[in-house]
């Protein structure tokens, strides 16, 4: 068993783990189930913790891809983390940290909405869980709500956690060389991107239709889920152009705009998006999070004008290449269409760490593709095409791009990879200041075990269950594992 993992998941990475499973087991009676500790007012109980050892060997298994296996160690260190979330949630209290409600709402919108995407509908979300969504929400509100507040604990307190470079030193010097990772080549690339304008006839058309399909809702009874699943394009049409209940910064910028100066079951005027051309209904709001319909009229694929966008990042490129007084990020910055990397001079960031420079093998396989064909530093590459955004709402892009730099396969080292090793050596030093913070606080708190911790574990067994024991330690005699 990983334990620095342990450590990590559950003290330092806090994710937000209760799964719609919390409100299933909220709503019945646990007529059989045991206490197994007691944290001030709190009580924790044998299911909770399964429930919470089935999630991390559920998450851990996905990461490995491969079985990992239930231990007893695996069981205690959970329900010991268990016991510092309490801990650090009545600390939290006592700090006045707090979490607004729509921050909570937001949270629960989000995994509520992605479980409808997942069962397609939020009728069939209510017949799964037996609960109407009202209740599911009103079922995960103070869970999350205290998931919340732990997570912003833990944030104040790595945040106060800095690092000198000494420290780094000291850190990697520790690590047996054998044991120094492999680190696989890494680029650093910028793009400018062009969208092919959609040819005027064709752009006309589309306004029209969305035009004579407003006024059918409007004037001839018509409703706007059904012409949404007569007319509609894109994927939301095959239910009746609704899009759940998302925040306003989810959408593009028009959408956004035209949404929210609308009044619950007010439909928009035509709204023209970088996707088509719309026509916005809004049911509701709360707060920056909306939920529409919309009717979605698309500019065909072969009205586009390709050529006009090849041709601007051709004039781009060569502009770049022929005059030392202009630059790539300068015409990123002025003419990209790309509205996450042109603010930044065209610097495409490793999605998962924000970083710049990304493993090769990182890269989507059209960027690698090109980036494969770039020899030097500072070549730039001729306009390709790709598609730009999310899947669902994703458009036909040129973009032209440059290396910015590269770094070779290489071992571990200071000089090449300072940045990664800091980071590495920080989260190892918050960890520790968490682990003695939370021994601390133990100290000042009420913790009562109502089963046996034992010392040391044997990770043998494949038992769920911890045997039952009356023994009991209480107050500061109370130990983290």
């Given at each position: 068993?990983?334990?620095?993992?342990?450590?990590?998941?559950?003290?330092?990475?806090?994710?937000?783990?209760?799964?719609?499973?919390?409100?299933?087991?909220?709503?019945?009676e646990k007529k059989l189930d045991q206490i197994v500790a007691v944290v001030n007012d709190h009580i924790v109980l044998k299911s909770d913790v399964?429930?919470?050892?089935?999630?991390?060997?559920?998450?851990?298994?996905?990461?490995?891809?491969?079985?990992?296996?239930?231990s007893d160690d695996i069981w205690y260190t959970v329900l010991e983390n268990i016991i510092d979330r309490y801990v650090m949630l009545d600390q939290?209290?006592?700090?006045?940290?707090?979490?607004?409600?729509?921050?909570?709402?937001?949270?629960?919108?989000?995994?509520?909405?992605?479980?409808?995407?997942?069962?397609?509908?939020?009728?069939?979300?209510?017949?799964?869980?037996?609960?109407?969504?009202?209740?599911?929400?009103?079922?995960?509100?103070?869970?999350?709500?205290?998931?919340?507040?732990?997570?912003?604990?833990?944030?104040?307190?790595?945040?106060?956690?800095?690092?000198?470079?000494?420290?780094?030193?000291?850190?990697?010097?520790?690590?047996?060389?054998?044991?120094?990772?492999?680190?696989?080549?890494?680029?650093?690339?910028?793009?400018?991107?062009?969208?092919?304008?959609?040819?005027?006839?064709?752009?006309?058309?589309?306004?029209?239709?969305?035009?004579?399909?407003?006024?059918?809702?409007?004037?001839?009874?018509?409703?706007?889920?059904?012409?949404?699943?007569?007319?509609?394009?894109?994927?939301?049409?095959?239910?009746?152009?609704?899009?759940?209940?998302?925040?306003?910064?989810?959408?593009?910028?028009?959408?956004?705009?035209?949404?929210?100066?609308?009044?619950?079951?007010?439909?928009?005027?035509?709204?023209?998006?970088?996707?088509?051309?719309?026509?916005?209904?809004?049911?509701?709001?709360?707060?920056?999070?909306?939920?529409?319909?919309?009717?979605?009229?698309?500019?065909?694929?072969?009205?586009?004008?390709?050529?006009?966008?090849?041709?601007?990042?051709?004039?781009?490129?060569?502009?770049?290449l022929t005059n030392d007084d202009i630059t790539f990020a300068e015409m990123a910055r002025k003419h990209s269409e790309d509205p996450n990397t042109?603010?930044?001079?065209?610097?495409?960031?490793?999605?998962?760490?924000?970083?710049?420079?990304?493993?090769?093998?990182?890269?989507?396989?059209?960027?690698?593709?090109?980036?494969?064909?770039?020899?030097?530093?500072?070549?730039?590459?001729?306009?390709?095409?790709?598609?730009?955004?999310?899947?669902?709402?994703?458009?036909?892009?040129?973009?032209?791009?440059?290396?910015?730099?590269?770094?070779?396969?290489?071992?571990?080292?200071?000089?090449?990879?300072?940045?990664?090793?800091?980071?590495?050596?920080?989260?190892?030093?918050?960890?520790?200041?968490?682990?003695?913070?939370?021994?601390?606080?133990?100290?000042?708190?009420?913790?009562?075990?109502?089963?046996?911790?034992?010392?040391?574990?044997?990770?043998?067994?494949?038992?769920?269950?911890?045997?039952?024991?009356?023994?009991?330690?209480?107050?500061?005699?109370?130990?983290?594992?």
């Amino acid at each position: 068993m990983n334990k620095v993992y342990l450590l990590l998941f559950f003290v330092v990475s806090l994710t937000l783990t209760p799964f719609l499973t919390h409100a299933q087991n909220k709503s019945s009676e646990k007529k059989l189930d045991q206490i197994v500790a007691v944290v001030n007012d709190h009580i924790v109980l044998k299911s909770d913790v399964d429930q919470e050892v089935q999630q991390y060997l559920m998450q851990l298994q996905q990461q490995q891809n491969q079985r990992v296996s239930f231990s007893d160690d695996i069981w205690y260190t959970v329900l010991e983390n268990i016991i510092d979330r309490y801990v650090m949630l009545d600390q939290a209290k006592r700090d006045s940290i707090v979490v607004s409600d729509e921050m909570v709402d937001q949270q629960i919108n989000q995994r509520i909405n992605s479980f409808i995407d997942q069962v397609g509908s939020e009728q069939a979300l209510e017949e799964q869980m037996g609960q109407s969504i009202v209740q599911i929400r009103a079922d995960l509100r103070d869970n999350y709500r205290e998931q919340m507040v732990v997570q912003q604990f833990q944030q104040q307190k790595r945040n106060k956690v800095s690092i000198t470079r000494p420290e780094v030193e000291e850190y990697f010097n520790k690590i047996p060389q054998d044991s120094l990772p492999q680190i696989p080549e890494q680029v650093a690339v910028s793009q400018i991107v062009a969208v092919p304008p959609p040819l005027q006839d064709a752009r006309t058309q589309a306004r029209e239709l969305a035009k004579q399909l407003r006024d059918s809702v409007l004037n001839h009874d018509k409703t706007i889920e059904e012409m949404a699943r007569k007319y509609s394009d894109g994927p939301s049409a095959s239910s009746d152009g609704k899009l759940p209940m998302m925040s306003l910064d989810d959408f593009v910028a028009e959408y956004s705009a035209a949404a929210s100066a609308l009044e619950p079951g007010e439909i928009s005027q035509v709204v023209e998006t970088s996707f088509g051309f719309h026509v916005i209904r809004l049911n509701k709001r709360q707060g920056d999070q909306i939920d529409t319909n919309h009717i979605l009229i698309e500019v065909g694929g072969e009205s586009y004008d390709d050529q006009a966008a090849i041709d601007k990042l051709e004039q781009i490129r060569d502009s770049v290449l022929t005059n030392d007084d202009i630059t790539f990020a300068e015409m990123a910055r002025k003419h990209s269409e790309d509205p996450n990397t042109a603010p930044q001079g065209g610097r495409v960031l490793n999605p998962q760490t924000g970083e710049r420079l990304i493993a090769l093998e990182q890269l989507d396989p059209a960027l690698y593709r090109i980036v494969l064909l770039l020899a030097e530093v500072g070549d730039i590459s001729e306009p390709k095409s790709f598609t730009m955004g999310e899947e669902n709402e994703s458009q036909r892009a040129f973009r032209i791009v440059r290396l910015d730099r590269r770094i070779e396969e290489h071992r571990a080292n200071l000089k090449q990879d300072y940045n990664r090793i800091k980071q590495a050596a920080l989260q190892e030093k918050q960890v520790e200041h968490m682990s003695k913070l939370l021994s601390k606080l133990r100290n000042k708190m009420y913790v009562e075990y109502k089963i046996s911790v034992p010392n040391n574990v044997s990770t043998d067994t494949e038992q769920m269950l911890p045997n039952e024991s009356n023994a009991n330690n209480t107050g500061t005699e109370a130990e983290v594992n």
